[in-house]
């Protein structure tokens, strides 16, 4: 049955737009779950990283190939995501291709490196051969400051789009340890990277999370 | 002199949908219910009305072998909302 439509005053038209504008900006939450996976990956295997080169073993594999099998879940859980939400922000669309572009970033950059990489090792070596030391220009060196770069990217601007303050710093501290790295040995450049991922993205992920889960407790009360 | 203000719009439902589809791309039918807590009827009536006036599209389709109702505000729409969003503010500004 419908109800009488009620006649509203200027005053009562203007709180009820604010009131549903207001609304509809608090209907979206981030699950949280990507950015919680992808900052303990990426603190995991700057770990382990760090641990090979100060214990002197190394893995049968390369711990980064770990982000490549990441991508799977990181499919389903935005697919998920998707389905589960009832409204699109214009945000939405601008958040995905910044995401989308960063991963193709990280991927063009990891083959520009290894492609940097064989091109200079092989000097390297002729360097050592010829001189007798190591040569004081190390590639190697300069290859986190690259990574934090780009990590600082879309975390910032999301963070900043979102009002997401957590995010928003953790995109400005990626910053300082890209600065940082310059100057750093590899071992403190990957303690640089682990501690970017955890502030960047783990702690924002774990944070966003928790209020993902209050909406929904309210959501669900709301619904009783 | 003021404008008479759109009765289209000029009306507590339907206000809060296009208040509600003005921030948004776009919605489903489950979220304009749940934000303005009509009832189904009610709201599928108001919509109609927001549709035939070039306000809304409203495209319905299947999620999952369930039905789903997606709104979305016109430029027509955006255009009518500013306007009385304009016309409420000239008659707030000279009675306050």
């Given amino acids: ?224 | 002199m003021f404008k008479e203000l759109d009765p289209i719009l000029h009306s507590q439902l339907r206000l809060a949908v296009i208040s509600l589809l003005i921030s948004v791309k776009e919605a489903e039918f489950t979220f304009l219910r749940e934000k303005t807590n009509a009832t189904a009827g009610n709201l599928s009536v108001q919509i109609q009305k927001l549709k035939e006036a070039g306000y809304i599209d409203v495209v319905k389709q299947f999620k999952d072998n369930y039905p789903q109702t997606i709104c979305k505000i016109t430029p027509q729409g955006i255009t009518a909302f500013e306007e009385y969003v304009k016309n409420l503010q000239s008659y707030l500004g000279t009675n306050t």
């Fill in chain 1, 1 to 224: 049955m419908n109800q009488p439509e009620k006649q509203l005053t200027e005053k009562e038209s203007l709180d009820l737009i604010a009131k549903m504008i207001s609304k509809a900006k608090d209907s979206y939450h981030d699950t949280g779950i990507g950015a919680i996976m992808w900052g303990a990956l990426i603190a995991i295997c700057s770990i382990v990283k760090l641990s090979e080169i100060h214990f002197g073993y190394q893995l049968p594999f390369d711990i980064y190939l770990l982000t490549f099998i990441a991508v799977i879940p990181q499919i389903f859980i935005t697919i998920r995501e998707k389905k589960e939400r009832k409204v699109k922000s214009f945000d939405d669309s601008y958040m995905d291709y910044i995401w989308l572009g960063f991963g193709i970033c990280i991927f063009l950059l990891i083959f520009i490196v290894n492609s940097v990489f064989h091109v200079w090792e092989p000097v390297a070596i002729e360097y050592r051969q010829l001189t007798g030391h190591r040569s004081a220009f190390q590639f190697s060196e300069f290859i986190s400051p690259l990574f934090l770069l780009l990590y600082g990217l879309p975390t910032f601007i999301t963070g900043a789009a979102c009002k997401f303050k957590p995010m928003l710093w953790g995109g400005i501290f990626c910053w300082v340890c890209c600065i940082t790295a310059i100057f750093t040995s590899i071992k403190i450049d990957l303690l640089l990277t682990a501690a970017s991922a955890i502030m960047a993205w783990l702690i924002p992920g774990i944070l966003m999370e928790r209020e993902y889960r209050v909406y929904k407790k309210e959501q669900a009360a709301s619904h009783v």
